[in-house]
């Protein structure tokens, strides 16, 4: 099993609440990502960071906020949630380098009412 | 842009019968990598085909990356109610070095 942790696994929250998932891993890894995927869905790449102060946007566009302040730490930040952010949020992490397999957190799952 | 499909979006199955799903880029990779998604769970990395042509198996699984390195198909010979999920392909463009995830295949599998 890899090592990587993301908290909470399940959350429901308001409209317009502050919400932040966490993210971390002990593999040592640099390369850090988070996924966006409804059930049943694609992967939608939402942010990634090569190491420590790198962050950029993905694919999709999200209204999301990150940080790398540490190595093993990618928490995601929601300012105000709304409904339209309902849905599983990934992280996973990756050795750098090309064609490096990608190891995934068990998933936060938000709904946003 | 780089873009990877992935057919067929679903397949249901009877338990004993074969699988495939297949991934196409439109663009040539580097390298291909293959996830399985159990429901309610997260992928999990299953395999990596690097050379053209390359083949390779894991038990009733067969992977294949295509000459032209633009393609790859996932075989599951006997599938098994244990077989159910999501398969996604992920193709590392070899222009990018972006990796871009398939829609994935929903695999269902009646006992």
């Known amino acids: 099993e890899a090592d990587i942790y993301q908290t909470p696994r399940y959350l429901v929250i308001g409209t317009g609440k502050k919400i932040t998932l966490e993210c971390s891993q002990t593999?040592?890894?640099?390369?850090m990502y988070w996924y966006q995927q409804d059930p049943g869905m694609e992967l939608h790449l939402i942010h990634y960071s090569y190491g420590v102060n790198s962050t950029e946007k993905g694919d999709l566009s999200s209204e999301s906020t990150v940080s790398r302040i540490r190595t093993e730490h990618f928490p995601l930040t929601l300012e105000s949630a709304r409904p339209s952010h309902t849905s599983q949020y990934l992280c996973a992490s990756s050795r750098m380098g090309g064609g490096r397999e990608l190891f995934f957190g068990e998933g936060s799952r938000l709904t946003v009412l | 842009g780089q873009q990877v499909m992935q057919i067929p979006q679903y397949q249901h199955v009877q338990e004993g019968e074969d699988f495939t799903t297949y991934c196409n880029s439109s663009?040539?990779?580097?390298?291909i990598q293959w996830y399985k998604q159990r429901p309610g769970g997260h992928p999990v990395f299953l395999i990596q085909?690097?050379?053209?042509?390359e083949v390779k198996k894991q038990k009733r699984l067969t992977f294949q990356f295509g000459e032209a390195k633009k393609n790859s198909s996932l075989h599951i010979t006997a599938t098994q109610t244990t077989d159910v999920g999501t398969y996604f392909c992920?193709?590392?463009?070899?222009?990018?070095?972006?990796?871009?995830f398939g829609q994935g295949t929903t695999l269902q599998v009646k006992p």
């Open positions: 593999m040592g890894h640099d390369k």
């Open positions: 085909l690097v050379k053209s042509g």
């Open positions: 663009t040539t990779l580097s390298n």
């Open positions: 992920a193709g590392t463009g070899s222009n990018t070095g972006k990796l871009i």
